[in-house]
């Protein structure tokens, strides 16, 4: 009997675990894939590819001056997208400029578009591919901003004839213009100012001729400065009353435009008419003398600077209405 019963259990056991299809009873509905997802992605050993050895990433493109992968034109410090130049206006500079082939075989120069006047480039004798910028900016450069004078010109790249023909069948279409600016900062000087007025005593009836130059460093001789007279009254005393002299000051009507001198100042004529004061002095009550005063301001006409004369003292005698 008791053996009857354990071969039931068996067969019952061995029915159990066929309807699990060998799983966990508790887990009869699992999806093998789910619970072991490797088994999609599964390759056998020797259906495995070869490995695939990895490409080295390519190398960054070449950056060149300008925008040609055939030749560039640079100064010695610099390697910009374009050519900035300073210079100081009435000092000579040279600047250094560099110019490179990327290909052999290339015989080239430089040619120079649009320069100011004065200004030259050349290439330096003993250095292939070295040229010079040489210039000593004028001080008349004319331009809207006072302090710095912008400019701008082209230099070219050219292939000779010298090059073979299908080295130079590669710059076909190329841009060869290479862009400069110019920077140009004025100078600082003021214009300075000498007014050839006559010493000693004036007499109130004659007419005396004088002259005032200006040497502008900023505005040189291609545009005159603003000259003015004026009267700047000091300190009244009893002993020395003071008029204005300025108003005594006409331009010359036989040389009413300014004359450039031989050491390149501008030369002002103008008459003083002493009368014009003595007249207003004995208004006032004088009798024998006056003594006046004024000023000479000159402006460039190019920058903001200005300077002004030393006072200038001028002694009347009066002769009508005099008490002698």
């Excluded at 966990?24 to 599964?42: A, N, V």
Aim: glycine letters at 6%.
């Amino acid at each position: 009997m008791g053996r009857q019963f354990g071969l039931v259990n068996s067969i019952l056991l061995v029915a159990a675990l066929a309807g699990c299809n060998g799983h966990d009873p508790g887990r009869r509905d699992s999806d093998p894939l789910k619970e072991y997802p490797d088994l999609k992605t599964y390759i056998p050993p020797s259906q495995a590819p070869a490995p695939v050895a990895p490409t080295a990433a390519p190398p960054p493109p070449r950056t060149q001056v300008f925008k040609s992968q055939l030749f560039d034109v640079r100064t010695e410090q610099e390697s910009q997208a374009s050519l900035v130049l300073q210079f100081v206006a009435g000092e000579r500079s040279r600047h250094v400029l560099k110019m490179r082939t990327f290909v052999d075989r290339v015989e080239a120069t430089l040619k120079a578009h649009d320069l100011p006047p004065g200004a030259r480039l050349t290439e330096a004798p003993d250095q292939k591919g070295t040229w010079i910028l040489d210039w000593a900016p004028p001080f008349d450069l004319v331009g809207p901003r006072l302090s710095v004078w912008e400019g701008r010109f082209q230099i070219e790249y050219v292939v000779t004839n010298k090059t073979p023909a299908a080295e130079a069948a590669l710059f076909k279409g190329e841009d060869r213009l290479v862009p400069v600016m110019l920077l140009v900062r004025r100078t600082s000087q003021q214009p300075i100012l000498t007014v050839n007025f006559p010493k000693g005593s004036l007499n109130e009836t004659q007419a005396v001729p004088f002259t005032v130059d200006v040497m502008d460093p900023v505005g040189g001789t291609k545009r005159a400065p603003d000259v003015f007279i004026t009267w700047e009254p000091e300190t009244l005393t009893a002993e020395k009353k003071l008029f204005p002299g300025h108003q005594a000051v006409v331009r010359d009507p036989q040389n009413l435009k300014p004359k450039v001198q031989p050491n390149g100042s501008w030369r002002f004529s103008y008459i003083y008419k002493p009368w014009i004061v003595a007249e207003e002095a004995r208004k006032a009550g004088l009798k024998d003398e006056v003594h006046a005063e004024f000023v000479v301001i000159a402006n460039s006409a190019i920058s903001d600077h200005s300077s002004t004369s030393p006072t200038q003292a001028v002694h009347i005698k009066m002769n009508q209405g005099s008490g002698k």
